[in-house]
């Protein structure tokens, strides 16, 4: 069953995506996050939060299984703004979120990770936004997040090709704080957040409401655009042929059309 495991430890909780094979975002797993994001607001104690996943990877992103079952494009727009609404409250949260990432964030899992506050990741993790291998575009904020992490050029480049980068490289590049080893991963998430929580519940919620005034104006308007073109990708059929090759684990043949 895909759930959200959520695990609470002294002033540091942890949420773990279940979900597999491949912690994908469905809708309902999107749900389960902002229902267990409701049950941590009410906990007066918890100073820093962890968001991890089981199994092989951290997420390979939104349920591409899924968007066969939506029809036009205003659903696709829809699941888009659940997911880009979800991330921006996230990323707004009074308590910092740290992604501990391992094994795969691509697409809405980069995404997902992209909304936390801090990212820690293991070396050998693939990082990416692969949408345009599938003849689609990144519609949970990708297109927004991503450049101001790594800057533009970069993050054409990641999005054009497709191509994830290791964790290390994210590291390099400024989209991941710290990269280790994956067997040390977890330990390393928990040391830092026992860090913060060491720290005045005060001090934390007065800098978590003040850094987010660094975020460019632009932000919102881009998403809005994003969702809005991610509903009118789905009419392409590049689209369907990208998500039948993936389902039938084959290269997609795209007319650009
Ligand atoms: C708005 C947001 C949009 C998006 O996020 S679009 C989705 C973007 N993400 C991707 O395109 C990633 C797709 N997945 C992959 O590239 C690969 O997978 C991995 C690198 C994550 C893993 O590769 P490997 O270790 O070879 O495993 P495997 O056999 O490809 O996958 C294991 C099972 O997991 C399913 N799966 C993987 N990713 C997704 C997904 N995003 N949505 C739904 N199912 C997924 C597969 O189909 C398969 O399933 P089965 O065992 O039944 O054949």
Redesign the pocket.
Known sequence: MSTIHYQKSGQVASLTISSP??N?LSRAILEQLEAVLDEVEQEQDIKALILKGEGK?FS??????EFTSLQQAEDYTAL?KQ?QELFNRMEGFKIPIIAAVHG?A???GL?LAMACHIRLVSEQA?LGL??L??G?I???AGTQRLPAYVGAAKAYEMILTGEPISGRMAAEYGLANHSYPEEVLFEKANELAAKVAAKSGPTIHRVMKLIPYTKNKNFQEGIEAEAEA?GEIFGNEDASEGITAFIEKRKPSFQDK
């Open positions: 094979p491949a994908a990877f390979a992103g939104a349920d591409i299984k888009a997911g795969a691509l697409g809405g995404e693939k692969p949408e291998t599938i689609i990144p519609g949970f991610f």
